[in-house]
């Protein structure tokens, strides 16, 4: 791939998250609205496109001190 891998990760990242409200409506999480991120309004429904897109999904558990 040419040039810089972000910004085609972000314009991957959008063209999966923009139809997800409108494609994937029945398997949304129940949010009590406001202003969401991304992640959070749209959860797993969004991973799942994500990974279908051919990005890699990864988290680290938080450690509490």
């Not at 992640?39 to 990005?55: C, E, F, I, S």
Request: net charge negative.
């Amino acid at each position: 791939m040419r040039g810089d891998p972000w910004y085609a990760a972000a314009s991957v990242m959008l063209g999966e998250t923009a139809p997800a409200p409108a494609v994937d409506r029945d398997r949304l999480p129940a949010s009590g609205g406001g202003v969401l991120t991304p992640a959070t309004a749209l959860g797993d429904v969004l991973v799942d496109r994500l990974r279908t897109a051919g990005a890699e999904i990864t988290a680290d558990p938080v450690l509490r001190q």
